[in-house]
């Protein structure tokens, strides 16, 4: 079974341009998640999908943050326009079921890590 | 402010000795605690989960430890190897796919 995918694996922008990242999850996955670590900090919980619905939100920083997940199965993650506080490391992760515990989990990817210069 | 704690950055044990990391949290709605492996370059990668109706885990080399009076957590490696040098990340959720992570604790096997 193919692990979550992330591309690209590194990004350096500029301040004022725009970036998208894109997650492919395990297939069969309903339920994506992004997540953000910044500059070694705890990992933040961005949002999350249940295959083409955002359930939640709450976690975006801003309107500058924009995710899709079109036919339920990859997602993007544009920056439009990036700044300099959202260089980190951006983690897409995936689960089978939308509840923990048991044998379920959330499957991270290797993550993007974005530099805005 | 944080509610999940990893107040060790780093940790340096020798091989062949226990290797444990402790974390904190301050929500009493969490109700199922995991923690996550994670090597450089590389996602997160599930090790051990708890949940809140148990006090102990147990899986081969690693258990989890949780007191709920305390609020704290800790993972045990025994014994520890060199390939176990990564960065330890330990996480809860309140009955919801929403992970809490803490800010991770560096772990580093001599041999």
């Known amino acids: 079974e193919a692990g979550v995918t992330q591309f690209p694996s590194h990004s350096v922008i500029e301040k004022g341009q725009t970036v998208t990242l894109r997650c492919d999850p395990i297939s069969g996955h309903d339920n994506l998640y992004w997540y953000r670590r910044v500059m070694g900090k705890e990992i933040k919980f961005l949002l999350h999908f249940v295959k083409e619905s955002k359930q939640d939100e709450s976690g975006m920083p801003n309107n500058r943050f924009l995710a899709e997940r079109t036919g339920g199965t990859y997602s993007t993650l544009k920056v439009q326009p990036a700044e300099l506080e959202d260089s980190g490391v951006y983690f897409c992760a995936s689960s089978r079921s939308t509840f923990l515990g048991g044998q379920e989990t959330q499957y991270f990817g290797p993550g993007t890590r974005l530099l805005v210069l | 402010d944080q509610q999940v704690k990893q107040n060790s950055p780093s940790l340096s044990v020798q091989e062949g000795r226990i290797s444990i990391l402790n974390c904190d949290y301050t929500n009493s709605m969490f109700d199922y605690f995991l923690w996550y492996k994670k090597y450089p370059a590389e996602g997160p990668t599930f090790l051990i989960s708890?949940?809140?109706?148990?006090d102990k885990n147990e899986d081969g080399r690693f258990t989890v430890f949780l007191n709920k009076s305390a609020k704290h957590l800790s993972l045990h490696i025994v014994p520890s190897q060199p390939g176990d040098s990564a960065v330890y990340f330990c996480?809860?959720?309140?009955?919801?796919?929403?992970?809490?992570f803490g800010s991770g604790t560096r772990l580093l096997v001599r041999p």
């Open positions: 996480a809860a959720s309140a009955s919801s796919y929403k992970l809490i």
């Open positions: 708890i949940s809140s109706i148990k």
